[in-house]
């Protein structure tokens, strides 16, 4: 569950932190303002003396038995300086002449000289003007509304109530201001104002869950140790064997420390994408003895096999005594490999080929489905510095790329090998994606590790460690179906080239899906290599309709795969699957295999790990 709040945590945080900047700001430029100024006291007329009030021919009684419709108050009243009764249902209120009776309406010249005698200032008064239709300005009033403007430089603005001549607002562009300040502060965007109104109703429930959630993540991702200084908590050894059982070395370590942390403080840099935040799955180790009961990020990453195995993520995986792990990587965790670059080739416009020639010639355990840690060093490269040929100038163009480019301290990014090493000539053959980041409004960095691949040119030296990983090809000649998209063509392409290679009889099948044509890459090779091999099939699935021709096939990779051949396989329990691919692609494969009845046995899979 951890990583779903984590993932929600950031995402509601960003939601609920850009209203809590607005709310800030709003409430920090009402306070600055002048509160006179907004309510027009600087422009108010000190009160008139009191006039008079002259002896009424008619009595209010004789009034009110006069009135056709119900009057709940009579109270004498000045329209100007025309003495008049007030008469008023509750509802709406009217005048009424204290000579006669009569009805007195509200006229432009009565409204003109109320502003006159309310305004004090260097403006001048426009001629009134009776709103057709009510504005925001003098929202909460009903009935016949006379607007007056005056020309000074606060735009002053007076209302008067076109049923009995009382001045309803005095707005000011300062007042103006405020108000729109006052709409953000209360995301009130109907202008009424209200503080219960259910945006922020919906901003205040989710910034009481992010704090929840917040104090959920404290608890789930720090340990009390860690803020212990090391030298006062327990000593501890953690041994690192191989995974062939040998024994590698044994570190130091402290109770409170995670497993990932205390190895690489003694120089054992586990491979990891996030470094160490439970989001990659890379730092995988297992446990040998008692394995900790498996937290929601171990399960988010590993298989129900392998976690029954003692497998766990590093960066989870707290020190509370001695103890003894086993590292898929072995020996090559301390191992820094250099290599040259021989050449670097764009197989698409945003796939490159990297061939790397290694100082020291590699091992048997360079195989297919593994992948390397490049070490990418940092860098300030320009734009310019990364180089693509001609025919993908448009696909390049239409990138929102800095100038710069800017990674600021070393990182590692993983890769894996494309062609058997072998098939190689003993070089490392890499396939590398261009990141550029998010686009459009909410741009990102492009990515670290691909923008300082793409800058290689031939001749550049490259460190890496590995290999690493269990993606691999299994003993035994069942048929193979490898089913893949984007990068995730590399350790497919690997796998089939050595089982090709190696006279493998099964049946293989690879379905790969891209969104086009211009996207799919080594299509000549693989069409090659269907022709000579008559148990091998390749099927290129493209999800754009504009790039669907003639003999292609069109839809998602994973639903091509079922109605091609899962649907009407004799005896799927008998194959092997090998998946790779973006995340998405990958789940939905997973779920389709699952929904197969397919085991988890029979299913090898290796995801990009970001």
Excluded at 54 to 59: D, K, L, N, T, Y
Excluded at 366 to 382: K, S
Excluded at 455 to 473: Q, Y
Aim: proline content about 6%; aromatic content about 8%; charged content about 20%.
């Amino acid at each position: 569950m951890t990583p779903w709040i984590q993932k929600l945590h950031k995402w509601v945080g960003l939601i609920i932190g850009l209203q809590f900047v607005i709310w800030a700001a709003s409430g920090l430029v009402m306070s600055l303002l002048d509160t006179a100024t907004v309510n027009n006291q600087h422009h108010l007329a000190p009160a008139a003396q009191a006039l008079p009030w002259p002896e009424a021919e008619i009595s209010p009684a004789v009034i009110v038995a006069r009135e056709s419709r119900p009057v709940q108050m009579v109270e004498t009243h000045w329209l100007a300086a025309e003495p008049v009764y007030r008469l008023s249902d509750g509802v709406s209120s009217w005048l009424a002449d204290i000579r006669d009776g009569s009805s007195v309406p509200v006229t432009a010249a009565d409204v003109a000289a109320i502003a006159a005698r309310d305004y004090v200032g260097d403006g001048r008064p426009a001629s009134p003007e009776l709103m057709q239709e009510n504005t925001w300005e003098v929202r909460g009033h009903t009935g016949p509304i006379w607007r007056v403007a005056f020309s000074d430089d606060d735009a002053t603005t007076l209302y008067v109530s076109g049923q009995d001549g009382t001045i309803l607002e005095r707005r000011n562009d300062t007042w103006r201001l405020f108000d729109f300040v006052m709409m953000l502060h209360f995301m009130d965007y109907t202008r009424q104002q209200d503080f219960n109104n259910p945006l922020i109703v919906m901003a205040g429930a989710g910034g009481l869950w992010l704090a929840l959630s917040g104090i959920w993540l404290f608890f789930a991702s720090f340990r009390l140790g860690e803020f212990i200084p090391a030298r006062w908590r327990p000593r501890r050894e953690l041994t690192v064997y191989g995974a062939d059982g040998g024994k590698l070395r044994s570190v130091e370590s402290h109770s409170g420390d995670t497993v990932y942390l205390a190895l690489g403080r003694n120089g054992l840099q586990l491979p990891s994408n996030c470094g160490g935040g439970q989001s990659c799955g890379l730092c995988v180790v297992r446990v040998r003895g008692h394995a900790p009961p498996p937290s929601s990020a171990d399960r988010m990453h590993i298989d129900a096999t392998r976690l029954r195995s003692g497998y766990r993520l590093a960066c989870n995986l707290p020190v509370t005594s001695d103890g003894q792990i086993e590292v898929a990587g072995g020996a090559a965790l301390w191992t820094e490999r250099v290599a040259t670059v021989v050449s670097a080739t764009a197989v698409t416009p945003f796939l490159r080929e990297f061939v790397l020639a290694p100082e020291v010639p590699l091992g048997p355990e360079f195989q297919p489905g593994a992948y390397l840690q490049v070490h990418v060093p940092g860098y300030r490269l320009q734009r310019n510095d990364l180089d693509h040929p001609e025919l993908h100038r448009q696909d390049w163009s239409s990138l929102s790329l800095p100038e710069n480019l800017v990674c600021k301290e070393p990182v590692r990014r993983s890769y894996s090998l494309s062609l058997p090493v072998e098939k190689a000539g003993g070089n490392v053959t890499l396939l590398a994606r261009f990141s550029p980041g998010r686009q459009g409004k909410k741009q990102q960095p492009a990515g670290k590790g691909s923008t300082y691949l793409y800058s290689l040119k031939p001749g550049d030296r490259v460190c890496f460690s590995g290999p690493f990983g269990d993606f691999a090809i299994k003993p035994g000649a069942k048929e193979k179906v490898f089913i893949g998209g984007g990068a995730g063509m590399a350790p497919l392409r690997a796998m089939v080239h050595s089982l090709l290679e190696s006279g493998a009889e099964e049946r293989i099948h690879f379905w790969y899906g891209a969104r086009n044509m211009r996207e799919a890459p080594y299509v000549e090779e693989m069409e090659a290599l269907a022709r000579k091999h008559a148990n091998f099939t390749w099927h290129l699935v493209l999800s754009e309709a504009a790039e669907h021709g003639a003999g292609l096939i069109r839809g998602l990779v994973h639903e091509a795969t079922d109605e091609g051949l899962l649907q009407n396989h004799p005896d799927l329990k008998s194959c092997e699957f090998y998946l790779c691919g973006p995340p998405a692609m990958l789940a939905a494969t997973r779920s389709l295999l699952a929904r197969l009845g397919i085991a988890e046995e029979q299913v090898a899979y290796d995801d990009f790990k970001i």
